[in-house]
T-cell receptor, first 115, second 109 residues
Framework: GAVVSQHPSRVICKSGTSVKIECRSL??????MFWYRQFPKQSLMLMAT?????????EQGVEKDKFLINHASLTLSTLTVTSAHPEDSSFYIC???????????FGDGTRLSIL | DAKTTQPNSMESNEEEPVHLPCNHS???????IHWYRQLPSQGPEYVIH???SNVNNRMASLAIAEDRKSSTLILHRATLRDAAVYYC??????????FGTGTSLTVIP
């Protein structure tokens, strides 16, 4: 079945560091990918929609200059958390699907810890 | 985005059927009903989806009410590996998924 790979699975870094997370669709092309954030014991919150070849669409309240999204190819989207601070520590998850009425396939998530 | 309501938690004995309810009274005619589950520290996993008719796959069954204002995910024989948070999501035409709070399922050995 369709697989979405996310890398790295875990990042621990100092405050002020910028962190890049990659999301790849391994066996299908995805013109659209999605980025979510999940705090402990909470549900997933959609942050933004990543569009291949064009600007990402951000959900209300998500800072686009803080969370940079690049979708340069049909199989790769990246999320860069710029100048990360402890409050950015969270579980970041990406997803993609093969068509508008098809299931979403999720990556295994990236645990980001900012010291 | 259309809203779903699920119980916060449920328990089931191992090897017994589990019925996970979801209310979605504001569903529109083009909204698909999707179910996903999430194990700790993992991304969500697709379980099943449907529009109007009941659906079966190797993981579960989805029973959709005739008025589509509610649905039930049925796990026919719960195993310990089925312990997870189960999310019922309405997906309109287009791609965005908005997650609700989900139901945390505990399976008792």
């Amino acid at each position: 079945g369709a697989v979405v790979s996310q890398h790295p699975s875990r990042v621990i870094c100092k405050s002020g560091t910028s962190v890049k997370i990659e999301c790849r669709s391994l066996d299908f092309q995805a013109t659209t990918m999605f980025w979510y954030r999940q705090f402990p014991k909470q549900s997933l919150m959609l942050m933004a929609t990543s569009n291949e070849g064009s600007k990402a669409t951000y959900e209300q309240g998500v800072e686009k200059d803080k969370f940079l999204i690049n979708h340069a190819s049909l199989t790769l989207s990246t999320l860069t958390v710029t100048s990360a601070h402890p409050e950015d520590s969270s579980f970041y998850i990406c997803s993609a699907n093969q068509g508008s009425n098809q299931p979403q396939h999720f990556g295994d998530g990236t645990r980001l810890s900012i010291l | 985005d259309a809203k779903t309501t699920q119980p916060n938690s449920m328990e089931s004995n191992e090897e017994e059927p589990v019925h996970l309810p979801c209310n979605h009274s504001t569903i529109s005619g083009t909204d698909y009903i999707h179910w996903y589950r999430q194990l700790p520290s993992q991304g969500p996993e697709y379980v099943i989806h449907g529009l109007t008719s009941n659906v079966n796959n190797r993981m579960a069954s989805l029973a959709i009410a005739e008025d589509r204002k509610s649905s039930t995910l049925i796990l026919h024989r719960a195993t310990l590996r089925d312990a997870a948070v189960y999310y019922c999501i309405l997906k309109p035409t287009g791609n965005q998924f908005y997650f609700g709070t989900g139901t945390s399922l505990t399976v008792i050995p």
